[in-house]
């Protein structure tokens, strides 16, 4: 009782799934990522054993098509099921069974998958699909911003099929997932994105909303908008650290959760423009 997408980066290496449903914490049922091998998700009276399944048989360099053929030949239950898979290369599948409630459909192609049920008609998987291939734009060939330009493509296309009509019984919840080799937090794992509204009268919107605090936080500093950190803005910034109590920018960043952006002897200029909101100096 969901519409999702699953999809790959330009470079392949991010994968990602976007959900959203009249469902309590859909995102702790439908999506399943790994980077380097692929995404799934599963809907309608979803099999959860799909998630594990599926990105073991993807591990071993199944396609996606054959991996969703798979999933769904060994299951009794699967006019009831609905599923896209997404693997490391190629392009993805998608799985509607006859039993879903209407209406219900799916669409795939190099890279991606979407799918969904109980949708307001056919209108919502051909918006999402339209805003997914148009948003390739803003892919480029920097591999460390793969994953976040994949979250942005992938919530795209959850909003274009959430203004189509979504769906049908209304809206509760909304998440997405993005996975890249060491893309987590500092480094340390490959979740490089995991964002959940659990209940909200205005899931995806919200979504969206907390993909741009991920992106102050979590984000990379663009290196040719890097500030070095001497003369006048140097003194400014020993200055405004004073103010807030703090001998250096690692440790005020720190406690502002900032501090995947700091880069020795430069400043980003989004941390400089907290500080300063921090800190107002009368004129």
């Known amino acids: 009782m969901t519409f999702s997408i699953v999809g790959r980066s330009a470079d392949g290496a991010a994968v990602g799934v976007a959900v959203a449903s009249k469902f309590l914490a859909v995102g702790a049922a439908v999506p399943a990522v790994e980077a380097e091998v692929g995404a799934v998700a599963t809907q309608s009276f979803a099999n959860l054993a799909y998630r594990v399944q ?17 999933l769904v030949a060994a299951d009794p239950a699967r006019p009831t099921r609905q599923a896209g898979v997404v693997g490391r290369s190629g ?37 999402m699909e339209r805003a997914w291939i148009e948003s390739a734009v803003l892919e480029g060939v ?4 793969s994953g976040r330009v994949l979250a942005r493509r992938l919530h795209a296309a959850l ?15 909304a998440a997405i997932v993005v ?10 794992s490959d979740v490089e994105v995991d964002l959940r509204v659990d209940d909200d009268p205005d899931p995806v919107t919200r979504l969206g909303g907390l993909i741009e605090l991920w992106e102050l936080y979590f984000g990379k500093p663009d290196p040719a908008a890097l500030l070095k950190l001497d003369g006048e803005l140097a003194v400014e910034v020993d200055r405004r650290l004073a103010a ?40």
Request: hydrophobic residues 40%.
């Open 54 to 70: 599926g990105l073991a048989m993807l591990r071993t360099g199944t396609g996606a098509a054959d991996a969703l053929a798979g």
């Open 91 to 127: 392009p993805g599948a998608t799985f509607t069974g006859d039993g879903c409630f209407p209406w219900a459909g799916g669409v795939a192609g190099d890279g991606y998958a979407i799918q969904g049920n109980i949708l307001t008609g056919p209108e919502v998987v051909a918006a």
């Open 142 to 145: 920097d591999g460390a911003a």
């Open 159 to 173: 909003a274009a099929g959430d203004a189509a009509g979504g769906d049908s019984r209304g809206r509760q919840s």
């Open 179 to 188: 996975a890249r080799r060491g893309g987590g937090y500092g480094g340390g």
């Open 244 to 283: 807030v109590g703090h001998r250096d920018l690692a440790g005020w960043a720190g406690v502002e959760n900032l501090e995947e952006r700091l880069v020795d002897g430069h400043i980003d200029p989004l941390v400089l423009a907290k500080l300063r909101e921090a800190t107002p100096e009368r004129g």
